[in-house]
């Protein structure tokens, strides 16, 4: 299945291919996703669980490919999912503000928790897998950017994301379900029209740098959180990245790979 094809699912929901998949699964397959669809995920979440990420080791060198699902299962005792390649973007606009998401409550890991702009993963396909100039992160961000934000690929030149560095971090989600990641942070500054998926995103705002202490104050008072990953990123690097942003070619990539 190619990207293309992929982009026109997601546009219609999936309702097509999660039935027409459904029938080709195999019968412990079908019996996974029988199980877990009596837990009432968000039918549209539960076929995106078929997804192939990129499974890494500790130094994101990519060992196989791993579905969604098995990615963000908990092991016995809350043992953290495998490690596998995320990406988290942060949209600015020209006036420096921040593109901030509150996560759709269908979504299966931190349902209604406030993010960055954009986060996903990229996929086991040759396309994606390519680590020239970290070219498949790049494009699995432009794919993802128009699934969540409704933002036109044509909008966006591969090269006008900003890679910064990579984290490595891990968080439950639930007693089931949780993240392990190397995150790639990837910044785009532009000025670009959005129009947000329901089923992956619940609101969106832009927030300037001088009233992210009031936003987060509200978000607080009406007991609504940040995600593990953003809230690790905000308390380690976004804030000296964010008074640079109005020069973003100034802003260096740091290869390390970042333990929060």
């Known amino acids: ?4 094809h992929m982009a026109r699912i997601f546009k219609s929901g999936l309702t097509t291919w999660f039935g027409s998949s459904i029938r080709k699964l ?8 029988v199980k877990m669809n009596q837990e009432e995920l968000d039918p549209t979440q539960l076929a995106l669980l078929n997804e192939p990420c990129i499974a890494v080791d500790l130094n994101d060198q990519a060992i196989g490919s791993i579905t969604k699902k098995d990615a ?3 092991g016995p005792e809350n043992q953290l999912p495998p490690l596998h390649r995320a990406f988290s973007v ?16 269908c979504k299966i890991t931190f349902p209604g928790y406030y993010t960055n702009s954009c986060c996903s993963h990229p996929l ?4 994606e897998l390519d680590e020239t100039d970290n070219i498949g992160v790049r494009r699995a961000a432009r794919r993802r950017l128009e699934i969540e934000l409704g933002i036109d690929p044509a909008d966006i030149e591969l090269s006008e994301f900003k890679l910064l560095t990579r984290i490595h971090y891990g968080a ?3 007693t089931k379900w949780g993240e392990h990641e190397i995150d790639y942070i990837l910044f785009l500054k532009k000025d670009i029209p959005v129009k947000p998926n329901s089923n992956e995103v619940d609101q969106v705002t832009y927030v300037s740098i001088e009233n992210f202490s009031s936003f987060q104050a509200e978000l607080t008072k009406k007991e609504i959180k940040f995600t593990p990953w953003f809230d690790l990123i905000l308390n380690s690097y976004l804030m000296q990245w964010w008074k640079q942003v109005a020069n973003l070619d100034g802003l260096k990539y740091d290869s390390s790979i970042h333990s929060l």
């Open 1 to 4: 299945m190619n990207l293309t």
């Open 90 to 105: 942060f949209l600015f606009n020209t006036k420096n503000e921040l593109l901030m998401q509150q996560r759709s409550q």
């Open 172 to 174: 439950p989600s639930s």
């Open 26 to 33: 195999g019968s412990r397959q079908l019996s996974s996703y």
């Open 72 to 74: 963000h299962l908990l």
């Open 124 to 127: 086991h396909y040759s396309d």
